[in-house]
């Protein structure tokens, strides 16, 4: 009796621990996902008002724009959003997927937008289409890297309706 008692809270207390721990990566990716969505909130709307709350201070962008800003960290992130709703207003992001694995979360999304003014090398008015996956990495609830890729085939189909339009400035 005595034997079947102690196996039996010695399985529970084994599941109790393995649950709890089950948990914890629950909450955290629930976090990271709720984090992320408050950022890309803040890029589409251009307010950075809290950005604090889910950006660390010495931020690394391992994907920044030489066009953008100079400055690092959370000042640079605020800069950035800033100049990108500034110049795609209406700029709009649809996430595709979404995962967490440790501390990291990985977003397939698609930017769709129309430039209000001339914007690394596309003119106003330029409706744009660039299908995006983001790498992040935190440490404890905040964001403290980032990694970014563009697909090609979107960036080579602006370069070549810039050329077109160009072309088509050229000879008036």
Same mark, same amino acid.
């Given at each position: 009796m005595?034997?079947?008692?102690f196996?039996?809270l010695?399985f529970?207390s084994?599941s109790?621990m393995?649950? *709890?721990?089950d948990?914890d +990566?629950? *909450? ?21 008002n809290?950005? +604090?709350?889910?950006?660390?201070p010495d ?5 920044? *724009?030489?066009?953008m800003?100079?400055k690092?960290?959370?000042?640079r992130?605020k800069e950035d959003f800033?100049v990108?709703?500034k110049a795609?207003?209406d ?5 595709h997927?979404? +995962?967490v694995s440790g501390d990291?979360?990985?977003a397939y999304l698609?930017f769709?937008?129309?430039t209000a003014e001339?914007f ?8 744009m289409?660039?299908?995006s ?5 935190f440490?404890?609830?905040? +964001?403290v890297?980032?990694?970014g ?5 979107d960036?080579?189909?602006?370069m070549q309706?810039?050329? *077109?339009?160009?072309g ?5």
């Amino acid at each position: 009796m005595y034997k079947y008692l102690f196996s039996l809270l010695l399985f529970l207390s084994f599941s109790t621990m393995i649950y *709890s721990q089950d948990m914890d +990566a629950v *909450s955290m990716e629930t976090k990271y996902k709720m984090v992320y969505n408050e950022v890309l909130n803040a890029l589409l709307s251009g307010n950075t008002n809290d950005l +604090a709350k889910y950006i660390s201070p010495d931020f690394i962008e391992h994907d920044p *724009s030489p066009a953008m800003s100079t400055k690092t960290g959370l000042d640079r992130i605020k800069e950035d959003f800033a100049v990108y709703h500034k110049a795609i207003p209406d700029m709009k992001a649809k996430v595709h997927s979404i +995962a967490v694995s440790g501390d990291m979360l990985f977003a397939y999304l698609t930017f769709t937008g129309t430039t209000a003014e001339p914007f690394m090398g596309m003119p106003a008015g330029h409706k744009m289409t660039m299908n995006s996956v983001d790498l992040i990495r935190f440490k404890g609830d905040m +964001a403290v890297e980032h990694w970014g890729f563009t697909s090609n085939e979107d960036i080579m189909k602006m370069m070549q309706q810039e050329k *077109s339009m160009q072309g088509g400035m050229d000879k008036k």
